[in-house]
Structure formats: structure tokens, C-alpha cells
């Protein structure tokens, strides 16, 4: 992405901390999550093949893809974490969104995979070991319990934070699924309570995934922010005082909890550029939360020609 960074009034940046605090409680909780997560997926797959069930076999599934996704998010969390350099100039911040992504991915695949073998099953209700599939579910209740509170009291604005946390909600749901099928297995003989349970699972799933592509997909094609509205923000700097004119307004997402702003604005031929900057700095800062801002402010008719010129922006929505 790249912007004319050209100032009539000279840009400084103050030393911001985006969420290092929580970031670093972040890493803790996915750490924990994750070694959880991995020791609990091989019971659970022994315990699926053991029993006969596919509905823990599909909680084993999503299990599978909690361990790589959090596996993704704790190596995207290391790489942000690295230094920027001349050639990547905001380090490796975006690598947390693409984990997000792969997360999001790798739940739809999962899915799939469980709508197809739970039609399979319909057709053809293989015999199930009740009480053992009762008893892995009821273990598998408890580690997503475990594992949610862990994520939950973490907080934070990461994407992966919040994406493990999806993760590991949809599996409890899918526990609770799964206990409740081997109860009517065990009370009922009902072997088709298996391949629905993990349909419902496959939905679960599939509707974990939506925010997450939702959110990295606009992130990656730098979308104003949720929660960010442009016009309201374009207004309010062009209502300022001295301004006359905001064009170029650009708003995006560096990684989660990171919002970044460019513009350029003309001011009144008496104004100061640089006081005018620093008032629009401490707008947006303080009304919208967005501190990583690169303002261009000239001066009202100054440079006609390149200010056409800048009409047709250097980054495309």
C-alpha cells in the first residue's frame, strides 16, 4: 500500500503499546488452550474409532482443527511481534490476520467432512458403544470448559484470541451434542441420534467460521473498520476548526485493535498547518480511537495542479 506522504506540516508519531499487555495474556491463554487441546484430541479420536461414533469422530475433527488454528494464531502472534524493516515497514502484524483466515478455512473444510459422513450414516447407522462415547464427551465438557475460561479471562481485541475462544465454544456446544446423543443411544437404542448430533455439530462449525472470514477477508482488503464510520469521520475533520476541505480519507486495519487513517486536508491561507494537524490528530484519537494517522495539510489553492492530481487516490478501495 502506498501513500504520498509528502507534509507541509511535519507528522510525528507519539510511542503507542497496541495491546501489548493483553497481547502477551494472549499468547498465555492460546499456549495453555493449545497443549490442551492437542493432549485431548488424541482420546477423543481413540474414543471415536473405539466406540463407533461419529459425532465424537466430528468433535475429534473440530478438535483437529482447534490444535493447527492455535497453532497458526501462536506462530502469527511470535511473527508480529518482530521488528519492522525497510521492506516491511509494519513487521509481520498482518501474519495475525492471516492465521485468522486459515482458521476460518480450515472450519469449513471440517465441516464439509461432517455433513458428508453424517449423510453417510444415515443411510447406513453403524453400532455405537454408548457408555464409553457418554464417558469421552463428558472429559471433553470439561477441557472446553476449562479451555474457555482460560481464553475468556485473557481478553483483549486479538482476532485469534477470539477465534480460539469460537473454536472452543462451538466444541463445548458440540460436547453437550454428543453426551445428549449417547444418552438416547443408551436409554433408546436409537442409532441415528449419532449422524444428527453431528450434522447439528457440522452447523456449529460452519457458523464459528463466518465471523472470522467475515472480519480477516475486510481486513485484508482493508475495509474501513466495524464499529468506524467514514462519513461521520470525514465530517467531523472537515467540521474542525480552520479546515475546509477533507478529501482522500482512507481508514483501515494494520491487525486487529491497530485502526490507521490517511487523508489530505486543505486549511484556511491564514492557518497554521501544523496546529491544525495536531488538533485533527487529537480528534481522532480521542472521538474514534485512532492514533496511527498520516495527515497531508496544505494550505486552501496551494499546488492546484497536484492537488487534481491527488483527487484519484494512490491506494484503491
Request: hydrophobic letters at 50%.
Amino acid at each position: 500500500m502506498h501513500h504520498d506522504h509528502h507534509h507541509h506540516a511535519g507528522h510525528e508519531h507519539a510511542g503507542h503499546d497496541y495491546g501489548g499487555h493483553s497481547r502477551g495474556a494472549g499468547r498465555r491463554a492460546l499456549t495453555f488452550v493449545f497443549f490442551l487441546t492437542t493432549a485431548f484430541l488424541a482420546v477423543e479420536v481413540v474414543g471415536g474409532f473405539l466406540t463407533g461414533s461419529l459425532a465424537l469422530l466430528a468433535d475429534a475433527g473440530h478438535m483437529a482443527s482447534d490444535a493447527v488454528s492455535l497453532g497458526l494464531a501462536l506462530l502469527a502472534v511470535w511473527l508480529a511481534e518482530r521488528p519492522a524493516t525497510p521492506r516491511r515497514s509494519f513487521g509481520y502484524k498482518r501474519a495475525e490476520i492471516l492465521a485468522a483466515l486459515a482458521n476460518g478455512v480450515t472450519l469449513v473444510a471440517v465441516s464439509v467432512w461432517i455433513f458428508v459422513e453424517a449423510f453417510r450414516r444415515l443411510q447406513d447407522p453403524q453400532p455405537i458403544l454408548g457408555g464409553w462415547m457418554m464417558a469421552v464427551a463428558v472429559v471433553g465438557l470439561l477441557v472446553n470448559v476449562a479451555g474457555a475460561a482460560v481464553l475468556s479471562r485473557s481478553g483483549g481485541e486479538s482476532l485469534n484470541v477470539e477465534g480460539a475462544l469460537r473454536h472452543v465454544l462451538a466444541d463445548l456446544l458440540g460436547s453437550v451434542g454428543v453426551i445428549v446423543a449417547a444418552g438416547v443411544i443408551l436409554l433408546t437404542g436409537w442409532r441415528y441420534a449419532d449422524p444428527l448430533v453431528s450434522a447439528v455439530i457440522g452447523v456449529l462449525v460452519l457458523a464459528s467460521s463466518w465471523k472470522l472470514l467475515r472480519d480477516s477477508t475486510n481486513i485484508l482488503l482493508e475495509a474501513t473498520p466495524r464499529g468506524v464510520d467514514a462519513e461521520q469521520v470525514g465530517r467531523s475533520m472537515a467540521s474542525a476548526p480552520g479546515v475546509q476541505e477533507v478529501h482522500d480519507l482512507h481508514i483501515w486495519t494494520i491487525t486487529s485493535g491497530f485502526p490507521a487513517l490517511s487523508a489530505h486536508v486543505l486549511v484556511g491561507r491564514d492557518e497554521n498547518c501544523h496546529a491544525r494537524r495536531r488538533d485533527l490528530e487529537a480528534v481522532l484519537a480521542r472521538d474514534f480511537g485512532i492514533e496511527h494517522t498520516t495527515l497531508q495539510v496544505d494550505h486552501a489553492g496551494d499546488h492546484h495542479a497536484a492537488l487534481q492530481a491527488l483527487r484519484f487516490p494512490t491506494r484503491r478501495d
